[in-house]
């Protein structure tokens, strides 16, 4: 499967641990982003990476969240000492930006429950 | 104010049907357009692009008024697979092509 992947699929924490993500692009893609999605709503932007730079932060990523794209390649996104607000679904895209937008493509996100 | 509001739904139809959604955008300086489909539990994919000229692709068609910052997507001849929720998005004139969702229109297609 050459799209984009994410893992893990389900992580159920409690309030105050540490988790992180993963996420795999589609290996030719430059761009990378983070959203994040709850319930009932659209996805929001977190986060992009332009290979291995971070560009953009949204207001949402407070000092506990941090996002790394060593290497261009893969991404990891960290939540430190996790709150029960931060249960969402947290989605991953990538895209080929040359001359102008191209398409992001979705990776299957990975649904966070904090308990 | 949301930057893109969508009709949250249910719309309930039957199969056969023809239905529309809308969705309003508050950036005048908004640059691209789209609707994304979003099934159950799964990543949203790419419907189509909108362009000001309108687009079709087969049942759908999309429709985009920039004057009126009013986007719109028809589906015709419903099928039962069309149930989803369908996401209305923009982006920004700015070179990060960050894609802002709506809160999405949910169909429900019964037999």
């Known amino acids: 499967d050459t799209g984009v992947s994410q893992d893990p699929r389900h992580k159920i924490t409690k309030r105050g641990q540490n988790v992180t993500f993963r996420c795999d692009p589609i290996s030719e893609h430059n761009r990378l982003y983070w959203y994040r999605q709850t319930l009932g709503q659209g996805p929001e932007f977190l986060t992009y990476f332009q290979n291995e730079a971070q560009l953009e932060k949204s207001r949402l990523l407070s000092d506990r969240f941090s996002a790394e794209r060593p290497k261009g390649s893969f991404s990891t996104l960290e939540i430190q000492r996790t709150e029960q607000g931060d249960s969402a679904m947290y989605l991953c895209a990538s895209s080929l930006v040359s001359t102008g937008f191209d398409e992001q493509y979705f990776g299957p996100g990975t649904r966070l429950t904090v308990t | 104010r949301k930057e893109v509001e969508q009709d949250p739904g249910p719309f309930n139809v039957p199969e056969g049907a023809t239905v529309a959604f809308n969705c309003t955008y508050s950036?005048?300086?908004?640059?691209?357009f789209f609707w994304y489909r979003q099934d159950c539990r799964k990543e949203p994919k790419l419907l189509m692009s909108v362009y000001s000229s309108g687009n079709e692709d087969g049942r759908f068609t999309a429709q985009l008024n920039r004057a009126s910052q009013y986007i719109s997507l028809l589906i015709r001849d419903s099928k039962l697979s069309d149930s989803a929720t369908y996401l209305c998005v923009v982006t920004r004139m700015d070179s990060s092509y960050k894609l802002i969702f709506g809160s999405g229109t949910r169909l429900l297609v019964r037999p």
């Open positions: 950036n005048s300086a908004s640059q691209s």
